[in-house]
Protein backbone atom coordinates (compact mmCIF):
# COMPACT_ATOMS: atom_id res chain seq x y z
CA UNK A 1 0.00 0.00 0.00
CA UNK A 2 0.83 3.67 -0.68
CA UNK A 3 1.78 5.00 2.84
CA UNK A 4 1.67 9.16 2.46
CA UNK A 5 2.97 11.04 5.19
CA UNK A 6 1.64 14.06 5.55
CA UNK A 7 5.03 15.85 6.86
CA UNK A 8 6.39 14.51 3.71
CA UNK A 9 4.68 16.14 1.10
CA UNK A 10 4.26 19.45 2.91
CA UNK A 11 7.97 19.08 3.28
CA UNK A 12 8.78 18.46 -0.79
CA UNK A 13 5.97 21.07 -1.73
CA UNK A 14 8.21 24.01 0.53
CA UNK A 15 11.27 22.30 -1.31
CA UNK A 16 9.42 22.61 -5.03
CA UNK A 17 8.79 26.41 -4.15
CA UNK A 18 11.44 27.46 -2.58
CA UNK A 19 13.62 25.60 -5.53
CA UNK A 20 11.28 26.94 -7.94
CA UNK A 21 11.84 30.99 -6.48
CA UNK A 22 15.66 30.00 -6.92
CA UNK A 23 15.29 29.28 -10.39
CA UNK A 24 13.20 31.91 -11.21
CA UNK A 25 15.70 34.47 -9.07
CA UNK A 26 18.70 33.23 -10.77
CA UNK A 27 17.58 31.50 -13.81
CA UNK A 28 14.32 32.12 -15.47
CA UNK A 29 15.41 36.01 -14.02
CA UNK A 30 18.26 36.64 -15.79
CA UNK A 31 16.97 34.21 -19.38
CA UNK A 32 13.80 36.44 -19.20
CA UNK A 33 15.94 39.26 -19.30
CA UNK A 34 18.50 38.50 -21.61
CA UNK A 35 15.47 36.94 -24.05
CA UNK A 36 13.93 40.85 -23.44
CA UNK A 37 17.18 42.51 -24.61
CA UNK A 38 18.14 40.18 -27.49
CA UNK A 39 13.94 40.72 -28.56
CA UNK A 40 14.39 44.55 -27.50
CA UNK A 41 18.11 44.78 -30.32
CA UNK A 42 16.48 42.18 -32.97
CA UNK A 43 13.31 45.07 -32.93
CA UNK A 44 16.86 47.52 -33.06
CA UNK A 45 18.03 45.86 -35.68
CA UNK A 46 14.46 45.89 -37.57
CA UNK A 47 13.98 49.66 -37.29
CA UNK A 48 17.66 50.51 -38.01
CA UNK A 49 17.14 48.01 -41.31
CA UNK A 50 14.16 50.33 -42.17
CA UNK A 51 15.75 53.77 -41.69
CA UNK A 52 18.61 52.71 -43.30
CA UNK A 53 16.28 50.96 -46.43
CA UNK A 54 14.18 54.44 -45.95
CA UNK A 55 17.53 56.01 -46.59
CA UNK A 56 18.53 53.93 -49.44
CA UNK A 57 15.06 54.55 -50.92
CA UNK A 58 15.45 58.57 -50.61
CA UNK A 59 18.93 58.69 -51.87
CA UNK A 60 17.52 56.52 -54.70
CA UNK A 61 14.93 59.36 -55.49
CA UNK A 62 17.66 61.88 -55.11
CA UNK A 63 20.28 60.11 -57.71
CA UNK A 64 17.35 59.23 -60.07
CA UNK A 65 16.03 63.01 -59.92
CA UNK A 66 19.85 64.12 -60.43
CA UNK A 67 20.25 61.97 -63.42
CA UNK A 68 17.27 63.11 -65.26
CA UNK A 69 17.91 66.72 -64.29
CA UNK A 70 21.51 65.67 -65.95
CA UNK A 71 19.56 64.18 -68.73
CA UNK A 72 17.82 67.24 -69.03
CA UNK A 73 21.01 69.53 -68.93
CA UNK A 74 22.61 67.09 -71.47
CA UNK A 75 19.57 67.81 -73.82
CA UNK A 76 19.45 71.32 -73.83
CA UNK A 77 23.19 71.62 -74.14
CA UNK A 78 23.07 69.41 -77.35
CA UNK A 79 20.12 71.35 -78.44
CA UNK A 80 22.24 74.88 -78.04
CA UNK A 81 24.93 73.36 -79.48
CA UNK A 82 23.17 71.89 -82.69
CA UNK A 83 21.45 75.63 -82.76
CA UNK A 84 24.65 76.79 -82.36
CA UNK A 85 26.41 74.89 -85.45
CA UNK A 86 22.87 75.69 -87.61
CA UNK A 87 23.59 79.76 -87.13
CA UNK A 88 27.56 79.01 -88.18
CA UNK A 89 26.91 77.02 -91.39
CA UNK A 90 24.00 79.75 -91.92
CA UNK A 91 26.82 82.17 -91.65
CA UNK A 92 29.45 80.64 -93.36
CA UNK A 93 27.13 80.03 -96.31
CA UNK A 94 25.97 83.60 -96.41
CA UNK A 95 29.51 84.89 -96.39
CA UNK A 96 30.58 82.42 -99.27
CA UNK A 97 27.53 83.63 -100.87
CA UNK A 98 28.42 87.30 -100.57
CA UNK A 99 32.17 86.49 -102.26
CA UNK A 100 31.03 84.61 -104.55
CA UNK A 101 28.71 87.77 -105.70
CA UNK A 102 31.95 90.00 -105.16
CA UNK A 103 34.26 87.75 -107.63
CA UNK A 104 31.44 87.71 -109.84
CA UNK A 105 31.13 91.30 -109.79
CA UNK A 106 34.54 92.00 -110.06
CA UNK A 107 34.85 89.68 -112.66
CA UNK A 108 32.19 91.69 -114.29
CA UNK A 109 33.86 94.78 -114.14
CA UNK A 110 37.01 93.44 -115.23
CA UNK A 111 35.20 91.94 -118.42
CA UNK A 112 33.40 95.42 -118.77
CA UNK A 113 36.99 97.34 -118.50
CA UNK A 114 38.89 94.73 -121.03
CA UNK A 115 35.83 95.65 -123.09
CA UNK A 116 36.77 99.21 -123.14
CA UNK A 117 39.98 98.95 -123.62
CA UNK A 118 39.21 96.92 -126.26
CA UNK A 119 36.91 98.81 -127.76
CA UNK A 120 39.50 102.21 -127.10
CA UNK A 121 41.77 100.40 -129.33
CA UNK A 122 39.47 99.71 -132.25
CA UNK A 123 39.24 103.22 -132.00
CA UNK A 124 42.81 104.20 -132.01
CA UNK A 125 43.10 101.81 -134.45
CA UNK A 126 39.92 103.11 -136.80
CA UNK A 127 41.28 106.54 -136.36
CA UNK A 128 44.56 105.58 -137.00
CA UNK A 129 43.23 104.01 -140.41
CA UNK A 130 41.42 106.92 -141.40
CA UNK A 131 44.55 108.83 -141.24
CA UNK A 132 46.28 106.58 -143.46
CA UNK A 133 43.23 107.16 -145.46
CA UNK A 134 43.44 110.72 -145.24
CA UNK A 135 47.68 110.80 -145.97
CA UNK A 136 46.85 108.82 -149.08
CA UNK A 137 43.75 110.92 -150.15
CA UNK A 138 46.28 114.08 -150.02
CA UNK A 139 49.04 112.41 -151.73
CA UNK A 140 46.81 111.41 -154.85
CA UNK A 141 44.76 113.27 -157.38
CA UNK A 142 41.42 113.22 -156.58
CA UNK A 143 39.52 111.25 -158.84
CA UNK A 144 36.27 109.67 -158.16
CA UNK A 145 37.59 106.30 -159.16
CA UNK A 146 40.20 106.84 -156.64
CA UNK A 147 37.82 107.85 -154.12
CA UNK A 148 35.71 104.96 -154.09
CA UNK A 149 38.98 102.76 -154.04
CA UNK A 150 40.66 104.56 -150.99
CA UNK A 151 37.03 104.38 -149.66
CA UNK A 152 36.85 100.56 -150.29
CA UNK A 153 40.18 99.59 -148.76
CA UNK A 154 39.07 101.95 -145.57
CA UNK A 155 36.07 100.21 -145.01
CA UNK A 156 37.77 96.55 -145.66
CA UNK A 157 40.78 97.78 -143.15
CA UNK A 158 38.31 98.83 -140.69
CA UNK A 159 36.06 95.52 -141.32
CA UNK A 160 38.99 93.61 -140.40
CA UNK A 161 39.82 95.71 -137.09
CA UNK A 162 36.44 95.27 -135.84
CA UNK A 163 36.12 91.62 -136.70
CA UNK A 164 39.36 90.67 -134.28
CA UNK A 165 38.35 92.70 -131.36
CA UNK A 166 34.74 90.86 -131.33
CA UNK A 167 36.45 87.10 -131.43
Known amino acids: MLNINFYNLVF ?27 E ?14 QQ ?13 NTHEEAEQILKK ?5 RKEEE ?7 QKAE ?10 DADREKALSDVRSEIAGLAMTAVAQIMGEQSSAN ?8 FIAKAGEAND ?3 H
Open 102 to 111: RIVSDAMKKV
Open 12 to 38: NIINILVLFLILKKFLIGPVTAILQKR
Open 40 to 53: EEIKSGYQEADQAK
Open 56 to 68: AQDMKEKYEASMK
Open 146 to 153: SDAKVYDQ
Open 91 to 97: RIISEAG
Open 81 to 85: ARENA
Open 164 to 166: TSS
